[in-house]
């Protein structure tokens, strides 16, 4: 017994550290940093055009399409209404993932159930996850330093993952990186004038009506970049849910600043917005539904929020219109 003890004993410090690890803390509590990776190919493209891409989510998706145009021919798992945290790898997703030359992901753990299976399909060719390549200084973390993975709500941000994404192609497929190049440029002067568009409008609501309220948080980099106090009902992530007190802190928040309106997302669930709804007018303060939001997925295919920036349109208007 004294033996065993004194082994714990001298243990202890090893298992403290493991479990530090474990918990996503550093020496010291310095917060861990998110991005920043270095962008390389091992795998050089070497077969026919166009190349074969496969793509996670549809704003992925939309900017590999802007980018590589007639020279990438994209797959995509995730359609109108998906939930990228909660996907979970089908037949259909893992034939398109065999198929493809070349994989873009969203990554920041958005595609939570399936970052094994990219991870794995990285070690036979090229899998970018797009918004890990930004400086770490640009992502957001919740308050259990978990990255915030919705990086496409802010314009400016998402610009520069299609700076990425442009010069991966290129890695990838150098003998066409002058077009990629060209491609990525036009893209990015669209974005720049999307990003002013999007702080012209959203400046028209009164400040002391900015505060949007959504199903789950995706919206951070939102209100960051456009000056808007942004609170959701569930996470940053909808695989987690919220409790009845976080339900009735944004209940009391909603009554305190006597918001006018409140927005449901096209990928999440309506039951918790109804809640929310439901303890504000128990609360003597009725709250309007201001319209749905695309959050995690974009609209419908050949409609105008079917592409990344009909959907960030869409938004602007509709919150615009509800808070003014």
């Not at 017994?1 to 082994?7: D, G, R, S």
């Not at 109108?80 to 945290?85: A, K, R, Y």
């Not at 009391?252 to 309106?261: G, H, L, P, S």
């Not at 039951?271 to 504000?280: A, H, I, V």
Request: aromatic share 8%.
């Amino acid at each position: 017994m004294k033996l065993t003890a004194w082994i714990l004993l001298a243990l202890f410090p090893f298992f403290t550290l493991l479990s530090g690890c474990n918990r996503g803390q550093t020496n010291g509590g310095v917060k861990p940093t998110f991005g920043g990776r270095k962008l390389e190919v091992l795998y050089p493209h070497k077969g026919t055009m166009p190349i074969k891409a496969t793509c996670t989510t549809g704003m992925v998706a939309d900017v590999v399409g802007k980018i590589g145009g007639p020279l990438v021919q994209i797959e995509r798992m995730m359609g109108e209404g998906s939930d990228p945290h909660t996907h979970t790898v089908t037949s259909a997703d893992l034939g398109m993932m065999n198929r493809a030359e070349v994989i873009f992901y969203s990554g920041l753990h958005l595609e939570g159930k399936m970052i094994e299976t990219l991870e794995r399909e990285g070690k036979k060719k090229p899998v970018f996850p797009v918004t890990e390549y930004l400086s770490p200084s640009s992502i957001l973390t919740d308050e259990h330093d978990h990255p915030d993975p919705h990086v496409w709500f802010d314009v400016a941000r998402w610009s520069e993952v299609a700076q990425v994404i442009g010069n991966a192609l290129a890695l990838y497929d150098p003998t066409n990186a002058a077009t990629y190049k060209k491609n990525t440029e036009a893209y990015r002067a669209e974005l720049a004038k999307l990003h002013d568009e999007a702080k012209t409008k959203l400046a028209t609501i009164p400040k002391e009506n900015r505060a949007l309220i959504t199903s789950h948080d995706a919206f951070r980099y939102f209100g960051r970049a456009y000056d808007i106090e942004v609170k959701g009902i569930q996470g940053i992530s909808t695989d987690t849910e919220a409790s009845l007190r976080e339900i009735n802190e944004l209940v009391d928040f909603i009554v305190a600043r006597k918001v006018k309106a409140v927005f449901v997302e096209s990928s999440v669930n309506e039951r918790n917005m109804e809640s929310l709804r439901q303890g504000c007018k128990s609360r003597g303060q009725p709250v309007a539904l201001g319209g749905t939001l695309f959050s995690d997925a974009m609209g419908k295919d050949g409609t105008p929020e079917g592409t990344y920036i009909g959907m960030i349109r869409h938004n602007v208007e509709t919150i615009t219109k509800a808070l003014k």
